[in-house]
């Protein structure tokens, strides 16, 4: 979960119309029809709906300046088609109460460059920090971003908000569903794998190490540079770099329409974690048109699946690209085979491409 | 995704890929007790509204049960909405009930409504000063326990009204055009409603605002707390936050009424109420058509006073502007009031309501002569005196002084000068050439037939004769008039097809002077005294007390001659409509035709004579105006009872500040002995620090325990001490170690020493 709190301005907002359309009730019933019946009652309404709008500004006035306003996100991360909770914290210092506060969020997913901004009204409550959950299902992938751009705090009679547009930022990751992948997509797998991979699963080294550093709680059993430890007598571990010859190289193409692209992401997925699971190295490739340039990210674990489908949502999806081989030889990759994962004659499917 | 409700089906997508859940807007609200709240909101507006009429109009009733009944019913109205079932079956049940309790119990609720608009018809025919009319005939005794189920019936319909404008949409317009159409009545009849049912009701109508103005007021079907609206989700309820709204704005409305009302009660209100032109305007047609009904439309023209037309009948009241019609400059001489004849009526024409303009050339010839040649022969009581008359916006025509030798129109801003010779009291007659001929005589004696019955009813009245003396003939119809026959310029106007001095004396009883002085007319001519009817503008002793003195001018210029007024000068008095009158001109074997006034003094209340500051002042004085003329009229305001109010919420304030003082002296003496020495020092040094942050201003800019010693130093006696103190203070308030009591000690008497302001010191640290 990432959070930020970018500027911070405020100001007072006047409704002009609602105060007209005051007025000019006001002078109707009020001063109109006193001045015809001159009645005591008239008199004592008069007075009071005079001050009201005083007061009410007034209380206003007297409590923003205790409000705090921040919004929540019950995960970092989900499934597709999970629940999520999103929401906002009022917190509220004053004893005074606005009945009417309007919290602008701004969403967006920019994998899919969808973007919106709703208004959730809530009520700021005397000497009370209450939590409003907006209770919401996640339906497509993406990496979604709340952003609380600005709240408007009204007054009891709506004369005037106070806004404050400091910025309040979360986001959630929606990952796709896992699922338990069918043999012929396994075999399809063994297929793109090559034969220094298969190595690397008989536990051979597969990779240069490019750095020797401390253990951390976290790093894996098989990075332990056993040797060194024992001459230092300190846990260390190795740091490698991988060679894109010897791993499993997933190349993405969801240039297709919402509903494809979807299952190609989760079908890359479900191989990222199958080859996770079965210990294989895998480099997952795609084209990123946000920059117009081809992204990698290695995977060792589930995390760092996560972490590339992270870049993979913060991308932009393009056209499809049929000769891959051009491009990545453009982009100095010199990559003999790989996974394309894509939309081939009527279907997604993760298929063999000879490069 | 659509979401599937009766009420609405919109898209609950707030981003694409990203829907609201349906349990989120499965989440319920606590129906019951928001339904509570709207019930007291109903229950507050509904006993407010018909509270107000039934207080206003002093119909006796139970208070308590009406107050019960409605809280109970407004609660159970706004519950049966607690789901669609409930809502159509109670409203069928309540339907039911309420045609049952109607039928069932129709004699009580008759009687009370019936009571309740007599009271009301009592209270428009005092306010329209008409005759008693008729009411409604109860049907039963207990008046009282009707009212009351009357009231609750009432309030058993009202709940219903005000529950349809409030639980389903905030219609607070609605709402208000309610509560004016119950009120309205009332207030127009000038009858003000309890102070405590007025609260209720604003404070309802403020809580509907403050409701309608926020948007949060929809009730949903499915009890949701949420819903989404076009461009936002929103809550529709949150009991504690409305509730805390309520609070905040009941003590709002609370605070504004209790102040208007101990500042400003009704009862001062009342003596300072005047009524709108406006209102005078529908007064006049409402009087009209409760005196005459729709016909009364057709006999009616519209008089602001500055009569002078002959013209009776279709005037309903005398609606004045003050405005300064005429400036008369002259040298007042006694106390008697001064006529300027405008118009003289010779005939009456009964039905048409009007006098016919008399021959107005040679009028009072004859007296003039006589009257100058007495002062020309220097009889004693006589005198020549010079009246100036400016026409500043009366309307054209003659201001005709008495005795005097011509009379001349005088237009819009122009003016007349002219000679006349007063007659006072003590003047010798001049009986000599002023006798009247037969025809003369005849004339001035014409009384219409269809007028000769309520003229011989009225004489025998009055007692008075053929062969009587004119003066004690006048006098005794004047006192008649002043003890029987009220004068108020409101008296109404007199129905079609009668005849408006029949009417006067007759039926209404009450008039302006145009009443007085045509009747007395046609009475003195009864008993065969020449008399005649007499419009223009009149001004006594009291209108020259207001007027101002004209410095530059001459007395002399102006007055010749006896004057019963020996010190008076030449004065301006200025006359407004309401110095228009209409008196008599009688006819006397001593004097001839003189001017005689009839018209009783007005029984019309001053409410204007102190100030609404002199009254406020009364409010916290026991000194009652025992000259006041409302005394016996208005019930005062019990002063003693605001006095201890006011002492009360001065107390309250005074016992305020004391606990908050004192709650902070004692927090900090418990915090001073739970804490150990060196927050003892601290503390103690803190308040050092605030004694004197007050009397040296530049302490406030520095920062530490070392700037500000030092900078105090310069204003210690012992400032060689300085440095040990701070090292104290730093040890107290920095270090773990624990400060000795000596050290203690050392600082505190340190810190008790006086320090003196020294000039120049302070600017040299700024």
Redesign the interface.
Known sequence: MRSEVITKTSYYKWNIF?ILGYIF?YGI?GIL?F???????????L???F??PF??VL?LTRMHDHVKIEIFASDEKVRVGD?IGIGIIIKNTHI?????C?CV?K???NY?G???E?????????K?TTK???????????E?TITLSRYEI?D???FVKYVNTSEDTRSIL?LPVTDILDDDINAGLMEGMSDNEDETRKGNEYADTSNIREYVPGDRIKDIHWKLSAKRDILLVKERIHTSENQLIIWVDSSNSKKLCEQILTLTYNILLHSVSEGTLAKLMWMDYKDSSVSQYVIENVMDINKAFIALYGGKRGESINDIRSLLLNNNYNIKSLIRIGYKEGDVRAYLYEA | MKRKNKEESVDIS????????D??YKKNENRLLTLFLKGILVYLITAGMFG?ALTATKTGFNEIWFNIVVFVLSLVISLIYYNKKSENIGDIVYLIMLIFVGLYYAPYINTGFYTWMNDIIGAASVYFDLPEIGGYLAQLKDVQTSVTFAACYLGAVGVIIVNMSLIKKMHT?DI?VDA?II??LP??L?L??GFIY??M??TG??FS???R????YEKTDNNSIYIKKK?????TY?L???L??FC??GI??SV??IL?YVI?P?ED??LI????D??EYTDDIFETFITSGISGFFNRYENNGGIKSGKLGGVNSIRLDYQTDLIVTYVPYDYSPVYLRTFVGGTYAPYENCWYLANNDHLNRNEYINIKAMYENGDQYTAKAKMNIRNISAEIGEFALYYAQKHKSIHNASEYEGYFYPRFEETAAYGENIELSEEEKAYWLQIPNDNRPSIMNFVNKLGIKEGMDPIEAAETIRIYYLNYIPYTLRPGATPRNRDFVNYFLDNNKKGYCVHFASAGVLALRQIGIPARYVEGYAFDYLNVLDSKAVEDADKEDYYEGYNALPESGVVEVELSDANAHAWIEMYTDEYGWIPIELTPPSSDIDRNDRSFFERFIDIFSNNQDVNSPNIGNTPQFDNTKLRVFFIVVIFICLAAVFAKISYMVIKDIIIYSKADINTKLVLKYHNYLRRNERRFDKLKECCNYRDQIEYLSHFSANASDKDEIIAIMEKAGFSDEIISKAEFEKAVKYMGKRLKKINGVQDEYS
């Open positions: 609602r009730v019933f029809l001045s015809y019946i001159r009645s005591y009652i008239q008199l004592l309404m007075f009071v709906f001050a009201l007061a009410s209380f629940d005074l109460t606005a009945l009417h309007a969020l969403l967006s997913n899919y969808y973007e919106n709703q208004v959730f009204s809530l009520p700021v409550i005397g009370t409003n959950p907006l209770l919401c299902k996640t339906t497509c992938l993406g979604i009204s009891l009679l709506g929606v | 707030i981003l694409e890929g990203l829907e609201v859940s349990n989120f107000c317009l208000l004016i009120i309205l207030a127009y000038e003000e409603p007025a609260s009701l604003i109508i403020t605002i403050v409701w103005s926020t948007g949060r461009k936002e989700i929103t809550y949150d504690k936050a409305h805390m709204a905040q704005t709002v409305v504004i009424l208007i400003f009704v209100y009342r109420r005047t009524r709108s406006s209102k």
